[in-house]
T-cell receptor, first 113, second 114 residues
Framework: AQSVTQLDSQVPVFEEAPVELRCNYSSSVSVYLFWYVQYPNQGLQLLLKYLSGSTLVKGINGFEAEFNKSQTSFHLRKPSVHISDTAEYFCAVRETSGSRLTFGEGTQLTVNP | EPEVTQTPSHQVTQMGQEVILRCVPISNHLYFYWYRQILGQKVEFLVSFYNNEISEKSEIFDDQFSVERPDGSNFTLKIRSTKLEDSAMYFC????????????FGQGTRLTVV
């Protein structure tokens, strides 16, 4: 079984500041890693995914994440946030041989002017 | 761009009533899912469906839940006798095939049991 921990439930930042949303996972087998974003009153949208290869993955809207196998982490970063990045962000894992996604608790990112 | 659509967006029902949540997955996708998110809690897996049968279900998915793909386009989640604790946002998702790793989610149906 896998588990995902998002260490910060809320992250307030000012516009144009950098941000890092932290995610750690636990699994006894190989996993794929994902970040999803949920804007207010909308569904879950994939930001980026790590399958294999380069540990630094780039996604939509200027976000990127780095897979660190030794620390079992997959932190999400953006060098300069916009007001429109205000949303809930979910880290998720899936076994490479499996089907279901296991989600973290979510991190509410609030970007203030 | 193709998307997963869910109806209704919000449903209010009385405790003990049956509800059916509807989803239209992306047309060439083969794997279908239901997840739920109770307010303030994690998104939780309920069930996956492939080749017209349940391929995996969680411990949450007990006898009061059922899924169906009644035709070539719809995928439904039925809750037979709703309880207060079934109040949640329910998300449908679909995935193209076994090799394609990305699941696409709908906007969700907010179910409120009163």
């Amino acid at each position: 079984a896998q588990s995902v921990t998002q260490l910060d439930s809320q992250v307030p930042v000012f516009e144009e500041a950098p941000v890092e949303l932290r995610c750690n996972y636990s699994s006894s087998v190989s996993v794929y890693l994902f970040w999803y974003v949920q804007y207010p009153n909308q569904g879950l949208q994939l930001l980026l995914k790590y399958l294999s290869g380069s540990t630094l993955v780039k996604g939509i809207n200027g976000f990127e994440a780095e897979f660190n196998k030794s620390q079992t982490s997959f932190h999400l970063r953006k060098p300069s946030v916009h007001i429109s990045d205000t949303a809930e962000y979910f880290c998720a894992v899936r076994e490479t041989s499996g089907s279901r996604l296991t989600f973290g608790e979510g991190t509410q990112l609030t970007v203030n002017p | 761009e193709p998307e997963v659509t869910q109806t209704p967006s919000h449903q209010v029902t009385q405790m003990g009533q049956e509800v059916i949540l509807r989803c239209v997955p992306i047309s060439n996708h083969l794997y279908f899912y239901w997840y739920r998110q109770i307010l303030g809690q994690k998104v939780e897996f309920l069930v996956s469906f492939y080749n017209n049968e349940i391929s995996e279900k969680s411990e949450i998915f007990d006898d009061q839940f059922s899924v169906e793909r009644p035709d070539g386009s719809n995928f439904t989640l039925k809750i037979r006798s709703t309880k207060l604790e079934d109040s949640a946002m329910y998300f449908c998702a679909s995935r193209q095939d076994r090799l394609n790793t990305e699941a696409f989610f709908g906007q969700g149906t907010r179910l409120t049991v009163v």
